[in-house]
């Protein structure tokens, strides 16, 4: 079986991250492709307060920091390069990548998920002209200013409450009459002095003139529309899997298009693996996504003696 790699895993976040590093100790000959710089959503937290180990809070980029030179030091290869796709011939998987076609018996997709958008007018025109989906990348750009977080899930009170801590003025609107979020993190968000819920309320549309000057917000429940006066608009409504580099795989996905895997990560397709915020998981934190990772390189390396009539039965 001649190919270029072991294992090759598709991004550098913390489930791909934590993959390479437990492949790599396994010996495997292993490859890790980031279109960006490692360290994934861990890159941009502001301070993470619930990753085992660390009781102090720790910024996310120092935690990515630890990943990446932990993977390394086992012996993984990281390489800047973007995966366009992902074929299956025979018992081999090829990659096509702006680095040229890769070959591997054993693939990890660790692509994590991206941002979703509210979809309102005026979102595409001020995006970074105060609408944003980072509140630690952008948030101080609007220090003391009145600011609007739309979302209520773990990720917009987790913001919300960081952008508290930079305005008195943060209003939080959210669709419905309750936090999806955590107890614990909706609990904190709604007692901040700094944070008005506005339960009902959607963001419609986004004025201004050259930046960001107001929202148009409907209370859902009364049918009422109003406009409010902030200068920041920042939306965090959830994710949507980044699963292009499959395409041409017949993987099985969930209705809302996140990777099945069983519970060794692997797909329906022998040797593909999936693992972190692309894959189908009842719930989505740095923690599960490293022992995703951990799982995933101990089970291609399983399959790779399988392969090789090496497995230990
Ligand atoms: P999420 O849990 O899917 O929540 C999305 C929120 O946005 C929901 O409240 C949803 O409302 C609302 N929403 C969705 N579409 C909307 C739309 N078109 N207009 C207005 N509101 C809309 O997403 P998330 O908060 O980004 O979290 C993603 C995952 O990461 C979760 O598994 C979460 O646990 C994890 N996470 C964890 C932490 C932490 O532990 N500290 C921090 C961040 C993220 P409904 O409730 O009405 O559906």
Redesign the pocket.
């Known amino acids: 079986m001649e190919a270029d790699r072991d294992v090759i895993i598709i991004g550098a976040g913390a489930a791909g991250l934590t993959a390479a590093q437990y492949a790599a100790r396994a010996n495997l000959n292993t490859l890790l492709l980031e279109e960006l710089a490692p360290g994934g959503q861990c890159l941009i937290i502001d301070n993470l307060e619930?990753y085992p180990g660390f009781p102090d809070p720790l910024p996310g980029i120092e935690l990515s920091q630890k990943f990446e030179e932990q993977a390394r030091n086992f012996g993984a290869e990281i390489l800047t390069s973007s995966v366009q796709s992902v074929s299956k011939h025979g018992k081999l998987f090829t990659l096509d990548t702006d680095s040229g076609p890769l070959t591997a018996p054993t693939v990890i997709v660790a692509t994590g998920?991206k941002?979703?958008k509210?979809?309102i007018p005026g979102e595409e025109q001020f995006s970074g002209r105060g609408v944003s989906y980072c509140a630690t990348c952008d948030g101080p750009f609007f220090k003391g200013k009145r600011m609007l977080v739309?979302?209520?899930?773990?990720?917009?009170?987790?913001e919300a409450m960081f952008l508290a801590k930079l305005t008195d003025q943060v209003i939080m609107v959210?669709?419905?009459d309750r936090?999806?979020?955590?107890r614990a993190?909706a609990e904190r968000t709604l007692k901040n002095p700094n944070i008005e819920v506005r339960w009902n309320t959607?963001?419609k549309a986004i004025k201004g003139d050259g930046k960001v000057e107001g929202v148009v917000l409907l209370r859902n429940d009364k049918n009422e529309t109003y406009e409010e006066k902030v200068e920041a608009v920042f939306v965090?409504?959830?994710?949507i899997p980044q699963t292009q580099v499959v395409k041409n795989l017949e993987v099985k996905m969930d209705e809302a298009g996140y990777i099945v895997t069983n519970q060794r990560m692997e797909t329906n397709i022998p040797g593909l693996y999936a693992v972190g915020?692309v894959r189908a998981?009842p719930?989505?934190?740095l923690v599960v996504a490293a022992g995703e990772g951990a799982i995933a390189a101990h089970a291609a390396a399983q399959h790779i003696d399988e392969l090789k009539g090496e497995a230990y039965v």
Request: charged share 25%; hydrophobic share 35%.
């Open positions: 619930n998920a941002h979703k509210l979809g739309a979302g209520g899930g773990d990720a917009a009170c987790d959210h669709r419905r936090f999806r979020a955590q993190l959607e963001a965090f409504i959830g994710s915020d998981t719930f989505r934190q």
